[in-house]
């Protein structure tokens, strides 16, 4: 099994950045592909980002190309996101989560075994 836990949301103004951090329980992190999802109120949960076990290859939803960057740190169990240029309509709950490698889709909510419990993510106008 692997544990999730989410950090580094925040209110921040329209343009500003923040960094959001999932740290990962467990031995094999490094067999794990990572992604972040995000989820406003009353409306699915959908892909942002995600990287894959090796960090060699990344993947952006197209509402956030360019602005946010995903990455990983296999020996700190930690994968990180990056969000520059922020707008109001990126304000969601951010969610890491994680698949085994060489399995299912990186962008599908249902591909992934393990979720996190989130942190917000507010940004004004």
């Known amino acids: 099994q692997v544990q999730l836990v989410e950090s580094g949301g925040g209110l921040v103004q329209a343009g500003g950045s923040l960094r959001l951090s999932c740290a990962a329980s467990?031995?094999?992190?490094?067999?794990?592909?990572m992604g972040w999802f995000r989820q406003a109120p009353g409306l699915e949960r959908d892909f942002v980002a995600a990287i894959s076990w090796l960090g060699g290859n990344t993947y952006y939803a197209d509402s956030v190309k360019g602005r946010f960057s995903i990455s990983r740190d296999n020996a700190k169990n930690t994968v990180y996101l990056q969000m520059n240029s922020l707008k109001p309509d990126d304000t969601a709950g951010y969610y890491c989560?994680?698949?085994?490698?060489?399995?299912?889709?990186?962008?599908?909510?249902?591909?992934?075994?393990?979720w996190g419990q989130g942190t917000q993510v507010t940004v004004s106008s």
């Open positions: 989560a994680a698949k085994p490698r060489f399995s299912g889709s990186y962008y599908g909510v249902k591909d992934y075994n393990y």
């Open positions: 467990g031995r094999t992190f490094s067999s794990y592909d």
